[in-house]
């Protein structure tokens, strides 16, 4: 998914006089620019480790009871 950022804006008091959206901002950072924003799905399987791609045997995760320690 993309969405194109255009205001990017700070509105540094709120007063009667002042109202987001209407009035221009105290500190307009893009300045008239923009820029791309981009979200991307996370994967829901590890690349590199088979293991974690699924569900893991018990045996692969090191889930048991604890031995006494020494």
């Known amino acids: ?4 950022v255009d205001v990017y804006a700070v509105y540094l008091a709120f ?3 002042k109202t987001p959206f ?3 901002p105290d500190l307009d950072i893009l300045n008239g620019s923009t ?3 981009a979200c991307h799905r996370m994967p829901t399987a590890c ?3 088979p293991v974690m791609g699924g569900a ?3 045996a692969a995760l090191k889930v048991g009871p604890r ?3 020494k």
Do not use: D, I, N, R
């Open 1 to 4: 998914m993309t969405s194109t």
């Open 22 to 24: 209407v009035t221009p």
């Open 47 to 49: 690349p590199t480790c």
């Open 67 to 69: 031995g006494k320690k």
């Open 35 to 37: 820029f791309l924003e």
């Open 56 to 58: 893991a045997p018990a």
């Open 15 to 17: 007063t009667a006089e």
